[in-house]
């Protein structure tokens, strides 16, 4: 009888910690999707609530006004072009890194490594002359490169050797072997890296802001600027064009959410 009153009351705590650290996240997300559609007037009478009568005028203008058509386009061209170049780049760099011998392999691992501890801001100034000859979408694909690289590297070395052997006994050669026996096997690690690059393309609001003046060229975080400035008064617009930055990637995390844990938590061939 205790161990049942001791199993009922850890589980009865799991689930209070589970809905309350949920509910520490979802409220005030929900809050803002809830003033998106209040009115200015409601909004800051109390920020806290439900609309009266909803309107989706809020939307309309917020989209209008922050220019969020191009700045979709924006972003997902360049988020497209990254994320093909960075997994090419990482998967290539990753199998030779987990699975070939070669001078210099430990010391590009231990570069990978120093790459992701370095903060941002320490090569801003270098970065803003390399973006002013290469452009944005370069300098989003290094800074993309390094822990993606140690995260497939990590992924690769726990598929069995003996595969890729095998199919180069069959006359495979080492492209051929990565190729046919590693992409396959590795797909949901891939599609991991590709939502990683996209959410943190999708996110990045200092390099965007700083060096991209020309507005037809802005991407989807840098509008909600537009919203502090002359139409900063208005809070309603505000929560809108949070809700607009902040959905696309919220749905895709919801839609492929599964997939995502299954790459971060998946390793190894069992042989």
């Given at each position: ?24 996240a979802?409220?005030?997300?929900l809050?803002?999707?809830l003033?998106?559609?209040?009115s ?6 109390m ?14 203008d917020a ?8 700045a979709?386009?924006?972003t ?12 090419t ?8 890194l987990?699975?070939?011998?070669f ?7 231990a570069?990978f490594f ?11 100034v ?8 290469l ?18 590297k ?13 199919a ?29 690059v996209?959410?943190?393309?999708w ?12 507005d ?9 600027v ?7 008064s ?17 749905i895709?995390y ?18």
């Amino acid at each position: 009888m205790n161990k049942k009153i001791k199993s009922a009351a850890a589980a009865l705590v799991k689930w209070v910690f589970l809905i309350g650290m949920a509910s520490f996240a979802l409220i005030p997300l929900l809050q803002v999707v809830l003033n998106s559609f209040r009115s200015d007037s409601e909004v800051k009478a109390m920020p806290i609530g439900f609309p009266k009568q909803a309107t989706l005028e809020n939307y309309v203008d917020a989209w209008t006004i922050g220019e969020y058509g191009i700045a979709y386009l924006n972003t997902l061209l360049v988020a497209g072009v990254v994320i093909v170049v960075v997994l090419t780049v990482v998967g290539l760099g990753a199998y030779a890194l987990s699975k070939l011998e070669f001078k210099m392999k430990g010391f590009m691992t231990a570069y990978f490594f120093v790459a992701i501890s370095l903060p941002p801001f320490l090569y801003g100034v270098p970065d803003y002359s390399l973006l002013n000859r290469l452009g944005l979408m370069i300098v989003y694909t290094a800074m993309q490169i390094p822990f993606n690289m140690l995260l497939l590297k990590t992924f690769l070395m726990g598929i069995l050797r003996e595969l890729e052997e095998a199919a180069k006994i069959d006359g495979c050669s080492e492209l051929d072997s990565f190729l046919k026996i590693t992409i396959p096997i590795a797909k949901p690690i891939f599609l991991t890296v590709a939502l990683l690059v996209l959410v943190n393309v999708w996110n990045e609001y200092l390099w965007s802001n700083t060096f991209v003046s020309d507005d037809a060229l802005k991407t989807v975080t840098t509008r909600f600027v537009r919203f502090t400035g002359q139409y900063g008064s208005n809070m309603a617009r505000i929560y809108t064009a949070s809700v607009i930055t902040m959905a696309p990637i919220v749905i895709l995390y919801l839609l492929f959410s599964r997939k995502f844990i299954e790459g971060m938590t998946s390793g190894s061939v069992k042989g």
